[in-house]
């Protein structure tokens, strides 16, 4: 089983930077695929970055060019760096770890993000 805690939320004005971070503990991290997903009020969960255990990271079409997913394996931490905030980037951000083939999902408790000035 995984844990997974985000940290890094605030508020911040539009064309600032965050980086969000997402603690894991348990076992084979190495081997789960990790995404940050957000959600807005009113709106659906959406993918916002994977990046797998040994692949390439892929990101939405909304965020390409500005945000940046990395992993550290040793330290258990996935990050999301966000530069060139916009409003509509405002939502909950979630951390999620996915074992392909092995039907394992786990979800942090989220991490609130605010753009406005």
């Known amino acids: 089983q995984v844990q997974l805690v985000e940290s890094g939320g605030g508020l911040v004005q539009p064309g600032g930077s965050l980086r969000l971070s997402c603690a894991a503990s348990?076992?084979?991290?190495?081997?789960?695929?990790m995404g940050w997903y957000r959600q807005a009020p009113g709106k659906q969960r959406e993918l916002v970055a994977v990046?797998?255990?040994?692949?390439?990271?892929n990101y939405a079409d909304s965020v390409k060019g500005r945000f940046s997913i990395s992993r550290d394996n040793a330290k258990k931490m996935v990050y999301l760096q966000m530069n060139s905030l916009k409003p509509e980037d405002t939502a909950v951000y979630y951390c999620?770890?996915?074992?392909?083939?092995?039907?394992?999902?786990?979800w942090g408790q989220g991490t609130q993000v605010t753009v406005s000035s």
């Open positions: 348990g076992t084979s991290f190495s081997l789960y695929a």
């Open positions: 999620k770890a996915d074992r392909a083939g092995f039907g394992l999902s786990y």
């Open positions: 990046i797998p255990s040994g692949g390439i990271a």
